[in-house]
């Protein structure tokens, strides 16, 4: 059968340089992708080897150069460097420029795009409720209506978009396991997370926001996930292509803002550490079947492919084979 998910890229900031990711987008549309999702970073998770670009400017220039692939921002904080305000009003424009391909993806914030003005991360259950709030300003903000609020975190004076999109926009919010996968059924059109295991994925985040939706009287959520691994054929290979993203994993990734302190932290647990801690494959075939055992277990309706690797372009160009093979 015919599969019904759209197959994306991801373009991620902490990675390539902006000027890079346009020419990735590009080539991606062009090699058949549906989706381009761009990820937002203040900062990259080495400070030696990442870069970090504004997304917005990126998501407009994506916008103004390709004609088919939806845009996703994947993931999108509206709660601490960015007003939720503000989000919106980016969002709108982007989809005006991209004529209503824009899907608007936000997240509760890392510690490493935050702390740097934020200090020290609150509490989930006050990243919760600044989500709550901050939806409640975004969805009728994006639909053209006019907001004010007294919310304890976001105080608004009356005010709309002077620019809101003329077309539906859905937003979905990032989720990692079950408490924000409650969230997202609740408050958001779908739920982004990433794939590791496909039946803790399921069981963790893709059921439990259906059964939130449901219980909230919402249609059922739309899936977007993301697959990170690495495309290389070697342990060295993989290390080159790992190096923007070593701390990533690291043990104090989940609360520690300084790049320079998570790339000390991978480079003292030693390469062979690193490497373990990401999936690594090493040719077109074996990705096709990672990808078709995510679509066979979850039906997502976008499945997105992260990938690491020393050449983005020729990896870009050798996984192409991915979304036309699952097609067939």
Known sequence: MRSRTRFGWFLAHEEWQPESLIRQGLLAESAGFDALLVSDHL???SDV?????FSWATLGALAASTRTAALISAAVCPLFRMHPVLVAQAAATVNRLSEGRFELGLGMGQAVNEQPLLGP???YRERLERTTEAM??????????EVSSDLPHYPVSAMKLHSPSPWPMPVYLAASGP?????????????????KDVARTEREVVDVARKAAKAAGRRPPRVV??????????????????RPWRGMRT??????????RLREDADAMGSESVLRRFPRYGDVAQVVELCRTI??????DVLALQVAAVDGASALEQLSEVPRRLRN
């Open 49 to 53: 080897d990442g870069a970090a670009g």
């Open 179 to 195: 408490r924000s996968a409650e969230a997202s059924g609740r408050l958001a059109d779908g739920v982004i997370t990433s794939v």
């Open 121 to 123: 991360l609150p509490p």
């Open 43 to 45: 900062q990259p998770w």
């Open 136 to 145: 409640s300003l975004i969805r009728p903000l994006l639909q053209g209506e």
């Open 225 to 242: 996930l993301t697959c990170f691994l690495v495309f290389a054929r070697s342990d060295e290979e993989a290390w080159e292509a790992l």
């Open 251 to 260: 043990p104090r990734r989940l609360w520690e803002g300084s790049p320079r």
């Open 295 to 300: 679509v066979d277990g979850i039906a997502p």
